[in-house]
């Protein structure tokens, strides 16, 4: 109930295309929805986020879709560059009673790759 | 500081030894979240802290693992007796207290090879 599935595992997309990864989760205590960027070697980076009060947010050429009937979540990358090549994590969490947000429980990952 | 730190960036270690990880969360943020992601990309939450206390430790393999984070130093996690499969990058993220501050911001990780 805790898992966060994510896909595509790897994605190639061309310079000036859209880049879609989806993800999905069976916990509907789940009310916070992060999307993070990795590169080799370095830490996550937060893109982009969304709470279920919304369907849609956006934010340059990045938007999250929030589907929360089907429990259902993705990211729209548009006019993708070759500098957006790098991993992107969906993730999941709950907000505390105190404030903040509890651990975030991770999805597997897309590996993105944007030829120029 | 504005950034999560974290020292050492690399760590070695024979199996059987110890290893000790150190995070320093972004000042002013009172939450502190262990992370270690393996060779698959694969992130698991290992423990958080709100201030010096543990909040969430339910990821800790609390036999060999242990963490603190107490006032005015960074915080610490601590591998006794490490094994192979302990080889992975631990990412520390902070976050702060009360409502509108609560994303986490993640270090640059430590990476832990156990030979």
């Known amino acids: 109930q805790q898992q966060v599935k994510q896909s595509p595992q790897s994605l190639i997309v061309q310079k000036g295309g859209i880049s879609i990864i989806n993800c999905a989760y069976e916990?509907?205590?789940?009310?916070?929805f992060p999307w993070y960027q990795q590169f080799p070697g370095k830490g996550p980076a937060l893109l982009i986020a969304i709470r279920p009060d919304v369907s849609e947010k956006k934010e340059g050429r990045f938007t999250i879709s929030f589907n929360k009937s089907a429990k259902q979540f993705s990211l729209h990358i548009m006019d993708s560059q070759p500098g957006d090549s790098a991993t992107y994590f969906c993730a999941a969490s709950i907000l505390l009673f105190s404030g903040g947000y509890n651990k975030l429980i991770f999805g597997a990952g897309t590996r993105l790759a944007v030829h120029p | 500081g504005e950034e999560v730190a974290q020292t050492p960036k690399h760590l070695v270690r024979g199996e059987g030894q110890k290893a000790k990880l150190y995070c320093a969360p972004i000042?002013?943020?009172?939450?502190v979240f262990w992370y270690q992601q393996v060779l698959k990309n694969e992130f698991k939450f290992l423990i958080s802290?709100?201030?010096?206390?543990?909040?969430?430790e339910t990821g800790m393999p609390k036999e060999r693992f242990s963490a603190k984070c107490l006032p005015n130093s960074p915080c610490s996690l601590e591998i006794q007796a490490t094994k192979l499969e302990d080889s992975a990058v631990y990412f520390c993220?902070?976050?702060?207290f009360g409502s509108g501050g609560y994303e986490q911001y993640f270090g640059p990780g430590t990476r832990l090879t156990v030979t």
């Open positions: 916990n509907t205590a789940f009310d916070y």
């Open positions: 000042k002013g943020h009172s939450y």
């Open positions: 993220a902070s976050s702060q």
């Open positions: 802290f709100q201030n010096e206390n543990v909040f969430d």
